[in-house]
């Protein structure tokens, strides 16, 4: 992609972990970034971890299987920053820790949470992407 000076990325689960580092990066290089997540403290954490007063990086709460939250983030998003330019859907759960100590209940949670954020959010994050990328200015299109 070039340049990104100014662009917006969207990037859900961003509140910790690998989504949080990219979007440090994204912001180092002067991207504007959107920090998704399902945990609001999570959210407020990761803000703090930006220079205080960054008006290119904003939280919305966001759990990526639900279709009406996933539409109003995407409004947000756009409000603030305008059209969106990446997509990242990093969003995922995952059981830490030995396959050998974990209990049923956490393989219940395992497999519903995951089959939701691949199957639902991947449906949904492809159609508000569709919608995002038909919004996209050409100048910033991927390559
Ligand atoms: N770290 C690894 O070794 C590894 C390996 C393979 C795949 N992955 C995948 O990479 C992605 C990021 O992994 P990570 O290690 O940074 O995990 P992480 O747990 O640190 O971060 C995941 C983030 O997603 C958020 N999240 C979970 N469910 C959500 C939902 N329904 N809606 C919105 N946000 C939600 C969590 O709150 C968390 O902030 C995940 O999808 C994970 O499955 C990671």
Redesign the pocket.
């Known amino acids: 992609m070039q340049n990104i000076q100014g662009a917006v990325a969207f990037i859900?689960?961003?509140?910790?972990?690998?989504?949080?580092?990219m979007a440090k990066v994204f912001s180092q290089a002067g991207m504007r970034v959107v920090i998704?997540?399902?945990?609001q403290e999570?959210i407020d954490s990761?803000l703090r971890q930006f220079p205080a007063g960054n008006p290119g990086v904003v939280g919305v709460q966001?759990?990526?299987?639900?279709r009406a939250a996933y539409v109003r983030a995407a409004d947000a998003a756009e409000k603030a920053f305008g059209k969106i330019n990446v997509l990242v859907n990093?969003?995922?759960?995952?059981i830490?820790g030995s396959l050998l100590t974990a209990t049923y209940a956490d393989w219940d949670w395992d497999c519903r949470?995951?089959w939701?954020?691949l199957l639902t959010?991947f449906k949904l994050f492809c159609r508000v992407s569709a919608v995002m990328t038909k919004a996209v200015t050409s100048s910033r299109h991927l390559r």
């Open positions: 859900t689960g961003s509140a910790s972990g690998i989504g949080l580092g998704a997540d399902i945990r999570a990761a966001l759990d990526v299987a639900d990093n969003a995922g759960v995952g830490v949470s995951t939701a954020v959010a």
